[in-house]
Nanobody, 114 residues
Framework: QVQLVESGGGLVQAGGSLRLSCAAS????????IGWYRQAPGKQRELVAA???????NYADSVKGRFTISRDNAKNTVYLQMNSLKPEDTAVYYC????????WGQGTQVTVSS
């Protein structure tokens, strides 16, 4: 079993920044993939960014150049740095880990005001 705890969400004005954190209850260096997903009201959950055990990353087109995913293996934590936030980034953001078993965090709300 793995527990994932997200933090760092909040209310920010358009153009602002937030950094989300996902703290895992186990060492993350061997996790196959850790990703951030988001779900806006009335929309499907979508992948925002992911980082693999190799260190390779991928991003949704809508966040490329604005968001950066990173990890700190010593702290068992994955981060999502979000810059130049837009109102359309408003959503609940979830951390997801595939070990290969899949685990989800409880989510953290991000609200971007215009």
């Amino acid at each position: 079993q793995v527990q994932l705890v997200e933090s760092g969400g909040g209310l920010v004005q358009a153009g602002g920044s937030l950094r989300l954190s996902c703290a895992a209850s186990r060492r993350i260096f061997s996790f196959n993939v850790i990703g951030w997903y988001r779900q806006a009201p009335g929309k499907q959950r979508e992948l925002v960014a992911a980082i693999r055990s190799s260190g390779s990353t991928n991003y949704a087109d809508s966040v490329k150049g604005r968001f950066t995913i990173s990890r700190d293996n010593a702290k068992n934590t994955v981060y999502l740095q979000m810059n130049s936030l837009k109102p359309e980034d408003t959503a609940v953001y979830y951390c997801n880990a595939r070990i290969p078993s899949e685990y989800w965090g409880q989510g953290t709300q991000v609200t971007v005001s215009s």
